[in-house]
């Protein structure tokens, strides 16, 4: 599916040429000929461009930013090493999702149409693809009370993926669980999956009660979905996406006072 999209999206990306506005000037020949007009010259296009004189690496360009959160490192989503960055602005958010948007465009990256971006939370989500170095540049944007807005900046080195399993080694999955996505950061790890149709979602938590209770999980009695383990705090939430009910799994060490 990854290598068919990189595909389509090269070849959409076809070259163009256009004559030069002006014909260098003749130059005489070796033996006294008369002097030969030079062709005019076409246009490279823009993969020549690319190749010849690469572009500047990309910034991430926050206007209004009044705090900016460095990632401690690489981390890996869906078995793409990536890396994440936080900032929060005082800009309105329909204003910094129109800059990035237009920050996305000055680059040359490629965007899906906004209909056909799809966020895996509830906040909207932005996408953008460098096609010449298979780099993924993803936002995430989420409105504070106070009008502010935070951005989830992440990085995504698509020539690096790797497939990741059918299962988790840190929390069962529900029969006939479909659409796994899994990401680790800083030590914690987030999953969600697609439950077959007609899952209801009080199957759901019915279902990671009994399946974990012989491992040492217990639910916390006023929080649905929260179970503990020691140090150990695995939250279970659900949604609904397109009819099929969505479970999103978190996992981390250290319980409440978890960063």
Do not use: C
């Amino acid at each position: 599916m990854l290598s068919s999209l990189l595909l389509s999206l090269a070849l959409s990306a076809g070259p163009s040429s256009a004559p030069d506005a002006g014909s260098p000037p003749a130059r005489p020949t070796s033996r006294g000929k008369a002097p030969v007009k030079a062709q005019p010259a076409a246009a490279p296009d823009a993969g020549v461009l690319a190749a010849e004189a690469p572009r500047a690496p990309f910034r991430w360009d926050i206007p209004g930013k009044v705090v900016w959160v460095q990632s401690p490192g690489p981390q890996v989503s869906d078995g793409v090493p990536m890396n994440l960055e936080l900032a929060r602005t005082d800009w309105p958010l329909n204003a910094v999702i129109q800059h990035i948007m237009e920050s996305f465009r000055k680059a040359g990256f490629y965007m899906a149409p906004m209909r056909e971006q799809r966020s895996p939370t509830t906040e909207p989500m932005l996408t953008a693809l460098d096609v010449e170095k298979l780099l993924a540049y993803t936002v995430i944007f989420q409105e504070n009370a106070d009008k502010s807005v935070t951005l989830i900046l992440g990085v995504s080195n698509m020539s690096n993926y790797k497939p990741p399993g059918t299962t988790l080694s840190w929390a069962p999955l529900m029969p006939g669980a479909e659409g796994l996505t899994r990401s680790e950061l800083e030590g914690a790890h987030l999953a969600v999956y697609a439950t077959q149709p007609g899952t209801t979602e009080a199957q759901v938590y019915d279902y990671y009660r009994t399946a974990l209770a012989p491992t040492g999980y217990a639910e916390d009695p006023e929080e649905k979905g929260v179970f503990r383990r020691g140090s150990e705090l695995l939250i279970i939430t659900t949604r609904t996406e397109e009819n099929r009910l969505m479970v999103s799994l978190r996992h981390r060490l250290g319980g409440a006072n978890a960063p």
